[in-house]
């Protein structure tokens, strides 16, 4: 009988993921036996005190990271090998923290609803009935979102650290089915939240049965489920190759769908009109910064020595994908549904970067590497749209937010400041000069160059001029077109909202004068682990 | 002996759960044919594990298990919401948002 051996736990690097994890259980405990009237302040002011906790704690172990190995791959293989805390990890546990306390600030914002949340305040009730008016008329709120922000925290943190499939499908649920349940839950236009919410799980569910067939498949071909395992078999083992490359296959159907890639993007537009605002705002950044990062270690990690049978796949979706979403985007008559064709757009140009040089050997001094070129251009990207998202929710008429592009007219000349705000975060979506897109957009589309990949860059060069016609159309509109009809008018929002904003702001103007240092700290982070 | 029916018969599952996604127009049955894809990958898993000779596949077949009723719990509190406001869980009929 052989003795039991504990497993080990590296409490000292996972904590930042275990308080997010416990204070989400704890919000379900508050929800329990808290009376109805506290409950919106102490979850929020929970959320926020947790995930900034969670943030300290994240700063401390990257700070800390160096005792693990120095070089660019340095950090620890935690809890028994299911885990990987590296340097990328670190950094996309940072971001994913500070958009999610954006998040929790547009969530909690209850001056715009006069008094109640943007959150429907019993999803039980049908729309339309007694219920319902009951339900709005004495102020309900549904709290329950805090708790499914955090565990929808958990999982994004987890799912780039991952490093086993397993852990990474449980994460891609974890992270998947509170965003499915928030969706449905807007207070206003309950028909299409509950449709977005429908579609989004539909599809969701859909595409991570691809992604779990794909584990099996690769499991079948490796006999592990670990990525050094088959990284190991992808290089020795030359049998059994269709295994490998269908499994290859499902598993970046999963990604891709996260991501929000073409073909697999027919959801995002849907679902980012019809969810709350606030809840787009969160899922437009987490989302996709949580899976660009499993999808970088995925192909890195695990498929890193067959990267011939991956790069061609990417490059088509890469060049699909920009193409869909700057095309599309065009069309639009309604902001959200805008900015989620544009941020379509983003995940391809963000696949550019995927396509580029990993390993800074391979680089003349000064040249950014992949992983840095998307770790920025993910974080230029978050705060746009935290950011637009936020400002979006500001608009608003009789109706509740007014999205459609007729409402917004002239929005320029009644609150030059709100359409200015939100003019700049298009213009850094479009990637001109002196805001941080320009510089995110440079950053990958160099290193797409430096692998060789013109064809991409080309393309992508290509729709970003698609993309500044859109962008700089909607702010023509704004500034220069005299409103017909009824016009949607900004309500002061409070605290919460504006500080996001600002922060939107500040964050998009320095990144894109001085992106100095934040590309350095996207440098300093270095390469995953093996 | 090897694994290959086993696999085989999984691979037949999942096509047909992927084929009935795409075809049936009731949420819930669409719903049923997602399970059924999962379902499929359980099979696969638990093949590959026997044929490996190590217990990550089965290991792992229980977490699916998990997370496929937890996806459960929450896909059918969606379809019901839809079905009590709009008196029919047709996935057609949810068609406010398009273009």
Not at chain 1, 219 to 235: C, K, L, P, T
Not at chain 1, 436 to 464: E, H, M, R, Y
Not at chain 2, 90 to 99: E, G, P, Q
Request: with cysteine.
């Amino acid at each position: 009988m052989n003795d039991f051996v504990n497993p080990t736990i590296e409490y000292a690097q996972l904590w930042p993921i275990l308080v997010v994890f416990g204070v989400a259980c704890l919000g379900v405990v508050l929800e329990a036996f808290l009376p109805r009237g506290r409950r919106h302040l102490s979850q929020s002011v929970l959320a926020v005190l947790g995930l900034a906790a969670a943030l300290g704690g994240t700063v401390y172990v990257g700070l800390d990271l160096h005792k693990f190995g120095g070089g660019a791959a340095r950090g620890l293989i935690a809890a028994e090998g299911t885990i990987v805390v590296d340097g990328p990890t670190v950094y996309l546990w940072g971001l994913i923290l500070v958009f999610s306390i954006g998040g929790v600030l547009l969530f909690a914002e209850r001056r715009l609803e006069g008094g109640v949340s943007a959150f429907a305040g019993q999803a039980a009730a049908l729309p339309g009935t007694e219920a319902e008016r009951q339900a709005s008329t004495q102020g309900l709120d549904h709290t329950e979102v805090y708790p499914l922000l955090m565990f929808a925290v958990g999982g994004m943190m987890l799912f780039p650290a991952a490093n086993d499939l397993l852990t990474m499908f449980v994460a891609l649920e974890v992270l998947s089915l509170p965003l499915y349940l928030l969706c449905g839950l807007a207070r206003r236009r309950r028909l299409l939240s509950q449709e977005a919410a429908l579609k989004y799980f539909l599809l969701g569910a859909f595409s991570s049965g691809f992604f779990l067939y794909g584990v099996a498949l690769i499991y079948g071909f490796a006999g592990s489920m670990q990525f050094s395992d088959i990284n190991e078999a992808v290089r020795n083992d030359a049998s059994n190759q269709s295994l490998l490359l269908i499994g290859m296959g499902m598993l970046a159907v999963g990604l891709l769908f996260k991501v929000g890639a073409a073909p697999f993007h027919s959801w995002t537009p849907d679902v980012y009109q019809g969810a709350p605002t606030a809840v787009t705002a969160f899922m437009a950044a987490g989302t996709k910064i949580a899976a660009f990062g499993a999808m970088l270690r995925l192909f890195y990690v695990a498929f890193g020595s067959d990267r011939w049978s991956w790069q061609p796949m990417l490059w088509v979706i890469a060049i699909l994908t920009m193409l869909v979403g700057a095309v599309l985007a065009v069309v639009q008559t309604d902001v959200k549904r805008m900015l989620a064709y544009s941020s379509i757009a983003h995940t391809g140009f963000l696949l550019t970067g995927v396509l580029g040089v990993q390993s800074a050997s391979e680089l003349s001094d000064g040249q950014v590497t992949s992983m840095q070129a998307v770790l920025f251009y993910l974080t230029t990207y978050g705060f746009a749209m935290v950011g637009g998202f936020a400002v979006v929710t500001l608009v608003r008429d009789s109706g509740g937010e007014a999205t459609s592009f007729a409402r917004w007219a002239g929005l320029g000349r009644r609150s030059p400041l709100v359409a200015g705000v939100f003019a700049f975060f298009l213009l850094s979506m479009a990637g001109i000069p002196l805001t941080a897109g320009f510089v995110g957009k440079w950053a990958v589309f160099t290193v797409a160059l430096a692998a060789g990949a013109w064809p991409v860059v080309v393309v992508a060069i290509g729709s970003s001029i698609i993309a500044v016609y859109f962008y700089v159309r909607l702010i023509l509109l704004m500034f220069f077109t005299e409103a017909e009809g009824e016009v949607a008018s900004v309500t002061t929002p409070s605290l919460l909202t504006s500080a996001t904003i600002a922060v939107g702001v500040v964050a998009t103007l320095v990144l894109g004068v001085v992106p100095g240092p934040v590309l350095d700290l996207a440098g300093h982070a270095g390469q995953f682990i093996r | 002996m090897t694994a290959t029916p086993y696999v085989v018969l999984s691979a037949i599952i999942f096509t047909i759960g992927c084929v009935g996604v795409l075809t049936r127009r009731n949420a819930i049955v669409v719903f049923m044919c997602v399970e059924l894809m999962l379902n499929a990958s359980n099979l696969a898993l638990v093949a590959f594990a026997r044929q490996h000779g190590n217990l990550d596949g089965q290991i792992a077949a229980f977490f699916v298990m998990v997370v496929a009723a937890a996806e459960v719990v929450v896909g059918l509190a969606i379809i019901m919401t839809i079905f009590r406001t709009r008196r029919s869980a047709s996935v057609d009929d949810a068609s406010l948002l398009k273009y």
